[in-house]
């Protein structure tokens, strides 16, 4: 079994500032990591995700992430935030076995971008 | 590439009547597409795996006679919310996974908002 954290429901921030949201996993097997964001009343949007090979992964939108085993995180930056990254971004992690791999998800950051 | 899609975004309906979402992956097959519940200001919870010509495998605790899941063809999975009741009101997101990038992503579609009165 796996489990998501994220430990800060919401994380507040002045445009253009940097920002930085924090995952941390527990899974017994290796794990896929992913983050997706959740725009108000949509669906959700792949941002980037780890599969193996680089630690760093960049993603859509200026977002990274950098994935560090012996942390069990995987947690989400942005230089220079905007307006419009306004949203609520949720991590998640799938193991490596099985043939229909499910994601288990953290329960959301809000991320709200103010001027 | 890889585009989710959910018919309908909004519906609206009496207690006691059935509601049929629908699920496609535009420009990709999908043998396995997942129906997940999300309630206000909360994260999402699967409901069920659905399986290309086979059944559907519930999560615990959801009623497979409550929420029907049909996956006839390779881009199209269905969820009908029968004899529907307030509370099954929510926000209901289907995903499919791109077999063409070694099905080891989700791609989410835009989501439906049922309201049963």
């Known amino acids: 079994a796996q489990s998501v954290t994220q430990l800060d429901s919401q994380v507040p921030v002045f445009e253009e500032a940097p920002v930085e949201l924090r995952c941390n996993y527990s899974?017994?097997?290796?794990?896929?990591l992913f983050w997706y964001v959740q725009y108000p009343n949509q669906g959700l949007q792949l941002l980037l995700k780890y599969l193996s090979g680089s630690t760093l992964v960049k993603g859509i939108n200026g977002f990274e992430a950098e994935f560090n085993k012996s942390q069990t995180s995987f947690h989400l930056r942005k230089p220079s935030v905007h307006i419009s990254d306004t949203a609520e971004y949720f991590c998640?992690?799938?193991?490596?076995?099985?043939?229909?791999?499910?994601?288990?998800f953290g329960t959301g950051t809000r991320l709200q971008v103010t001027l | 590439g890889a585009v989710v899609s959910q018919h309908p975004s909004w519906v609206i309906c009496k207690s006691g009547t059935s509601v049929k979402i629908e699920c496609r992956s535009l420009?990709?097959?999908?043998?396995?597409m997942f129906w997940y519940r999300q309630f206000p200001k909360q994260s999402l919870m699967l409901m069920a795996t659905?399986?290309?010509?086979?059944?559907?495998?519930?999560e615990q605790g959801v009623e497979k006679d409550k929420f029907l899941i049909n996956h006839a063809s390779l881009t199209l999975s269905t969820l009908t919310v029968t004899s529907a009741h307030p509370e099954d009101s929510s926000f209901y997101i289907c995903?499919?996974?791109?077999?063409?990038?070694?099905?080891?992503?989700?791609?989410f579609g835009p989501g439906t908002r049922l309201l049963v009165l």
């Open positions: 659905s399986n290309e010509g086979s059944k559907a495998t519930y």
């Open positions: 995903s499919a996974r791109d077999q063409g990038s070694g099905g080891k992503t989700q791609y």
């Open positions: 899974s017994s097997v290796s794990v896929y």
């Open positions: 998640a992690v799938s193991d490596h076995t099985g043939t229909a791999s499910k994601l288990t």
């Open positions: 420009d990709f097959q999908a043998t396995t």
